[in-house]
């Protein structure tokens, strides 16, 4: 998941560098970003991930998706989420 995550974000920003070197824990977005990228691609982000990974959200927590751990976690409690649901 991490891999594809990180190789979306590169491709769909045209970052031009290995999927390797991009930190887990660095910043995609805001002013500690290394890439220059703000609020609005952080959401033209979330939208991506979210027809990638069936993601389902009422309210949008940006914080969520600062770095790829963060990204990671969201979606692995998304999915723990759904699994709960489709339980009942």
Do not use: C, H
């Not at 920003?13 to 290995?18: A, E, Y």
């Not at 770095?67 to 979606?75: L, Q, R, Y």
């Amino acid at each position: 998941m991490i891999t594809r995550i990180k190789e979306k974000y590169l491709q769909l920003f045209q970052i031009s560098i290995p999927v390797e070197e991009l930190d887990n824990d660095a910043d995609l977005f805001g002013p500690e970003s290394p890439f220059g990228l703000d609020s609005m691609d952080v959401l033209m982000f979330i939208n991506e991930l979210k027809e990638e990974f069936g993601l389902e959200y009422n309210q949008i927590n940006t914080d969520a998706f600062k770095t790829i751990n963060n990204i990671v976690e969201f979606i692995e409690s998304q999915k723990g989420i759904e699994s709960k649901n489709s339980i009942k």
